[in-house]
């Protein structure tokens, strides 16, 4: 078992800056890859950028530039999210496969126009 907690979510100005954290316990050394996902209202969750053990990431084009994940170590994942858009507004989870998917219970991001 694996918990996942996030933190730093609020409201921003387009064009401004957030830094998600996300901090797991328990298992942790089962997890082979973390990341973080995104839903906004009416849409389905999608992934936003992930990091393996290995430290190789992948980012979803509509982020790439922009944001940055980063991991301290096998219990800490970031999130720096530069020059933000309206269009990032939604609730960020934070997600640990091991193969299994555990999740964070999320933090609202609303970035106003």
């Known amino acids: 078992q694996v918990r996942l907690v996030e933190s730093g979510g609020g409201l921003v100005q387009a064009g401004g800056s957030l830094r998600l954290s996300c901090a797991a316990s328990?298992?942790?050394?089962?997890?082979?890859?973390m990341g973080w996902y995104r839903q906004a209202p009416g849409k389905q969750r999608e992934l936003v950028a992930s990091?393996?053990?290995?430290?190789?990431t992948n980012y979803a084009d509509s982020v790439k530039g922009r944001f940055t994940i980063s991991r301290d170590n096998a219990k800490m994942v970031h999130l720096q999210m530069n020059s933000l858009k309206p269009e990032d507004t939604a609730v960020y989870y934070c997600?640990?496969?091991?193969?299994?998917?555990?999740w964070g219970q999320g933090t609202q991001v609303t970035v106003s126009s």
């Open positions: 997600n640990a496969r091991s193969p299994l998917m555990y």
């Open positions: 990091i393996t053990s290995g430290s190789r």
């Open positions: 328990g298992n942790i050394f089962s997890v082979n890859v």
